[in-house]
């Protein structure tokens, strides 16, 4: 299952937290190469084949300052998210989506949708930011050299691994975190350096921690930092080479900081930098090397420069470059390995393409010569990682690709065998990491895995015990699954008319392991009035005791239309008002339609 995921900044609609839009502040408005073409393309064609497509929608819940006199903040309540998920079906076609699903208080919802509703979603205006290749989950985890990072649905940062530099964020207090430690929260995008972490916070300010003799903390000094310290606001992206960091700021310009001894912070000299440097204009993309770095710009051109030794920059030759060279066109996304030297590009044509260092096979070319210049490798990509000396790639049906060293089994696949060209290793995956020797990867369940070397606890399972095949990282499972979901909507007639009533025919299924009462059902019609228990538009009915596997139909009839135009009727399962039973989610599904005249 192909699984598109987007972050959304949604104006808010009944609730009135504060005027305007909520979302990561600052950001600037997407763009075609920002939403994905590589990921769109690989789902469009999925859509034709399979008549649907699942789509995962992030609703940014960030703190809002409401004056400037109060600094009062607040976090978007459980009624208000679900108006921000209505506000998005708002703008998709009717009947474009058979169903949506949303936990009670998410900021995760799933669609299910056709050819026009997922076009509906790429165009729609309130789409605010989509990572590289279109998959908002890549921001969320990262590997260091031998440490961990990654967010949870409430945007927590968790940490772990070793730990000689404060690269935890712990305050230094073990030497190895062998489970995940929380650190900060309100955390919307992490990376993982060689020793150093940083992380973007909802409202654009950087952070930063870890080993920083070199600067590449960008805090003016050289001293390690054993806590997370913020640096920077108006942050968009940040990239962590070895010794080195890069920083894409709101409006588009690229900073960097911390070793240039190759000249990889592309300042045009060697100079080490403890204050971010001003670089790049334009620029959409970074990704960091172990001393070379790579920018994406919002035309789609691909520019590199620092250390060349084995043709990293891929502009052909093995000459160090202080300031950036363009090296390709038509780029979606891009990657580099941080400790050894190879570089990843996805183009928006989903075709993958590597250069640089191949002693592991981590090009992926069938051999284990260098290569100066781009190599195209696989087809069909969505988005890619590159560890030390391996590679990954995740392709449009969730199927996970590796190749290179796999020497401390960090291809997946259970053995220590090295590949030169990519092999598949998992599926059911939605986003991927690359530590030096190891490799995390979230499912579209939700759940966190690792493999690969674990001497320092870098896999979060509690040993130190490398891992051929994947393992759960503590604290990081799958959320419960709801026992009792909506799973069909049926609208009589489909498209009803203006100020006539219609009827809608709702199915509820027991999905858990035991027989339970599924309380009430509640529906809403897309009407101007606010959703609230018996407002109007709003109808429910008891759905009373089901066995495993049982399901049950309720028809609501004499469902209010109103005023011509795109409407969206909204199915809550165990829900009265929109509260969640004590023992179950508050599951919500919806169907759109059109009023007619």
């Keep these: 299952m192909s699984v598109l995921v987007l972050a959304l ?41 399979d008549e649907w497509v699942q789509v995962q929608v992030e609703l940014l819940q960030p703190e809002v300052t409401a004056t400037p006199q ?16 209505q506000d998005l079906l708002f703008a998709l076609p009717a009947g474009s989506f058979g169903s949506m699903q949303r936990a009670a208080g998410s900021t995760t919802l799933t669609l299910r949708v056709d050819a026009a509703g997922l076009d509906g979603l790429l165009a729609s205006p309130l789409v605010a930011a989509v990572a590289a290749a279109g998959n908002a989950e890549m921001k969320r985890i990262a590997g260091g050299n031998r440490h961990s990072l990654a967010l949870k649905a409430d945007n927590t940062l968790w940490a772990w691994g070793y730990n000689d530099s404060g690269q935890i964020g712990d305050g230094g207090v073990v030497y190895y975190r062998l489970t995940p430690i929380q650190v900060l929260t309100g ?19 950087l952070w930063a921690w870890g080993q920083n003799y070199s600067g590449q903390l960008g805090d003016g ?95 052909g030759t093995t000459t160090r470059r202080l300031r950036p060279v363009h090296v390709l066109t038509g780029v ?9 030297a190879h570089s990843l590009a996805l183009k928006t044509d989903g075709s993958l393409w590597a250069w640089g260092y191949n002693a592991g096979g981590q090009i992926g070319d069938g051999t284990y010569a260098n290569r100066l210049n781009p190599f195209p490798v696989l087809t069909g990509v969505v988005v890619m990682a590159a560890g030390g000396r391996h590679s990954l790639a995740l392709k449009a049906d969730g199927t996970l690709w590796a190749w290179g060293d796999n020497t401390s089994g960090q291809l997946g696949n259970g053995t220590t065998t090295t590949r030169a060209t990519p092999v598949q290793v998992q599926a059911g995956i939605a986003a991927i990491a ?35 095949s994947p393992v759960q990282v503590s604290g990081f499972a799958a ?25 809608a025919t709702v199915t509820v299924k027991n999905q858990g392991t035991a027989s339970g009462n599924a309380g009430f059902l509640d529906v809403w019609t897309n009407l101007t009035t606010a959703q609230t228990c018996g407002a109007d538009g709003n109808a429910y009915a008891s759905v009373g005791t089901l066995a495993v596997g049982a399901t049950k139909t309720l028809i609501f009839s004499g469902l209010k239309t109103r005023a011509v135009g795109t409407k969206t009727l909204r199915a809550f399962v165990d829900s009265y008002c929109q509260a969640a039973e004590s023992n179950e989610v508050n599951n919500q599904s919806a169907k759109g339609y059109t009023v007619i005249p």
């Design 9 to 49: 900044n949604l104006p808010l609609g009944q609730g009135g937290l504060a005027q305007g839009s909520l979302g990561i502040t600052g950001l600037a408005p997407a763009t075609a190469l920002e939403l994905g073409v590589a990921t769109a393309a690989a789902l469009r064609e999925q859509v034709a084949r």
């Design 70 to 85: 109060g600094v009062a903040k607040a976090k978007l309540q459980p009624d208000e998210l679900a108006q921000m998920a």
């Design 187 to 205: 955390v919307a995008a992490v990376a993982g350096g060689g020793s150093h972490s940083l992380a973007i916070k909802t409202d654009g300010g």
């Design 221 to 315: 000094t050289n001293a390690n930092r054993l806590r997370p310290f913020q640096v920077l606001t108006g942050v968009a992206a940040v990239a962590a080479g070895n010794l080195h960091t890069l920083i894409l700021k709101t409006d588009r310009t690229l900073w960097a900081s911390g070793d240039n001894y190759n000249g990889q912070l592309g300042d045009g000299t060697t100079t080490r930098r403890s204050n971010p440097v001003l670089i790049l204009a334009g620029v959409a993309a970074v990704a960091a090397g172990g001393s070379h770095s790579l920018a994406l710009k919002t035309d789609g051109s691909l520019w590199t420069w620092g250390r060349n030794d084995w043709g990293e920059l891929g502009d």
């Design 332 to 340: 979606a996304a891009v990657a580099g390995s941080r400790d050894y």
């Design 434 to 468: 690359g530590g030096t020797f190891h490799t995390l990867a979230r499912k579209t369940d939700g759940s966190l895995w690792a493999w690969g070397r674990n001497g320092e606890g870098q896999l979060g399972e509690n040993t130190q015990t490398n891992r051929l």
């Design 479 to 503: 959320p419960p699954k709801p026992d009792f979901v909506v799973t069909k909507i049926v609208l009589t007639p489909l498209s009803p008319k203006a100020n006539v009533a219609f009827s």
